[in-house]
């Protein structure tokens, strides 16, 4: 994916991610296919589901934020 304009100002965006920060570690955001089903014990019920890591593009100029669900 090439570096994107902003749709708000046209400015040019720079690739990143967010940060997830769980016990313990740092991790990349994630998109999970599905309602989201709570567990008691792992936060989160992830069996089965499909999962891209989250890109984030962010504009040099303005700080808008654009995020895509990409490629694992």
């Not at 040019?12 to 999970?32: H, K, R």
Request: proline residues 6%; charged residues 20%; contains cysteine.
């Amino acid at each position: 994916m090439s570096d994107p304009q902003c749709p708000k100002c046209q400015s040019s965006m720079e690739p990143g991610f967010t940060v997830d920060n769980t016990y313990g570690a740092v991790a990349q955001s994630e998109w999970a296919s599905g309602e989201p089903r709570y567990s008691i014990w792992t936060g989160m019920k992830m069996l089965g589901r499909t999962r891209h890591s989250v890109v984030t593009f962010r504009c040099t100029q303005c700080g808008f934020l654009e995020s895509y669900a990409g490629r694992r």
